[in-house]
């Protein structure tokens, strides 16, 4: 079976922000899925929804398959269980995650002792071996979150998500607040423990460059909606949706600290999610849209084999002869 299937989510915040709108994901164990996209396209949002995380009254649609099991609707015993066992997540900016006056030590051994039926020996023994794995000495447990780097705090961090080894790490910016040597550590460290572990890994960047080194797969999102999905470098290197061309050509190097917040050669921002455009939502940024793309809503079709984009131009780019390398991955 497969670890997690997203089918038609849809999540609409009180006030009636759509901000993520009828998307289709799916990741095998072992698996890299990257999720790209500017601020404000709604990835944070479908991260939260993964693992049931948004703030009440936020409407939901769709189902989150995680095992088979449909986290947006499983009893709440059974989702407190998941949140750790089964998916963890790890989010940007580890100092206001991590609790300020307690040990590091005793925040890792927190849920081992909730939810691993461990001794308190046992549970400050597991912590000291999760410092370990994370790259840090064990004896760091005693230190306070003020007393680590950016970059050991993020540690910490992904020693918390594994805590209770889960079978899906969803990781939402991991490395963004990091200098750029520290964020390649933390991403050789992220995907050292998946392949050891053999877990599914959704990482969410804004950051084209940093998916496609890290990633086997990625999933381009647009105002809450994947506009391009396929084999990271594939998509890297030759994107088919035009926002997801605009994007990789923002972020020629990986962890360039100068297209970091601001996608060069994309003018514009991503629409207000109250207020998305008719049609396809890009089409007031596109350079290359028709007068159809305002009015007529643009489905993902393939694009490639084994690729997904949500673009008019697609059509006619999917009938010439296949000059696309492909790849032996899974078919989505
Ligand atoms: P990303 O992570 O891609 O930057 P988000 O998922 O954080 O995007 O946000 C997507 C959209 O949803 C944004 O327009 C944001 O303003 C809106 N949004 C996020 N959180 C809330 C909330 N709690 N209430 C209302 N709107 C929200
Ligand atoms: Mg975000």
């Not at 999540?11 to 998307?23: C, F, K, L, M, Q």
């Not at 001794?119 to 410092?131: D, F, K, M, Q």
């Not at 390649?184 to 496609?212: F, W």
């Amino acid at each position: 079976m497969t670890l997690l299937e997203v089918e038609n989510l849809t999540v609409t915040y009180p006030g009636g922000a759509a901000a993520v709108r009828g998307v289709d994901l799916s990741l095998a164990a072992g698996r890299k899925l990257g999720v790209a996209g500017e601020s404000g396209c709604g990835k944070s949002t479908l991260a939260l929804a993964l693992l049931r995380l948004l703030p009440a009254g936020t409407r939901t649609g769709g189902r989150v398959l995680l095992d088979g099991e449909d986290v947006l609707t499983m009893r709440w015993g059974r989702l407190r269980a998941v949140r750790w066992a089964g998916a963890s997540i790890v989010f940007q900016g580890a100092m206001h995650s991590l609790n300020p006056v307690h040990r590091v030590g005793d925040q890792i051994a927190e849920p081992v002792l909730l939810h691993r039926r461990e001794t308190p020996a046992g549970a400050r023994r597991r912590a000291g071996e999760l410092l370990e794995q994370v790259g840090l000495p064990a004896a760091r447990a005693s230190a306070y979150p003020h007393q680590l780097s950016g970059g050991q705090r993020q540690r910490v961090m992904i020693a918390m998500a594994l805590a209770c080894a889960p079978r899906l790490i969803v990781a939402d910016e991991p490395t963004t607040a990091l200098d750029v040597m520290v964020q390649a550590q933390i991403l050789r460290l992220i995907e050292r423990l998946v392949a050891e572990q053999d877990l599914g890994l959704i990482m969410i960047s804004h950051d084209l460059a940093v998916l496609a080194d890290t990633c086997d797969r990625l999933a381009v999102m647009y105002a809450g909606r994947v506009v391009e999905e396929g084999p990271a470098r594939a998509v890297y290197e030759d994107a088919r949706h035009p926002y997801a061309r605009a994007l990789s050509a923002a972020f020629p190097r990986i962890g360039d600290p100068a297209s970091r917040f601001a996608p060069r050669g994309l003018p514009g921002d991503p629409p207000d999610p109250s207020a998305v455009p008719p049609g396809c939502a890009f089409h007031p940024r596109c350079p290359v849209a028709l007068e159809r793309c305002g009015t007529d809503d643009q489905p993902l079709r393939r694009a490639a084999p084994d690729r997904r984009a949500a673009c008019v131009h697609v059509d006619a780019a999917a009938t010439a002869p296949a000059e696309d390398r492909g790849n032996p991955g899974s078919a989505s």
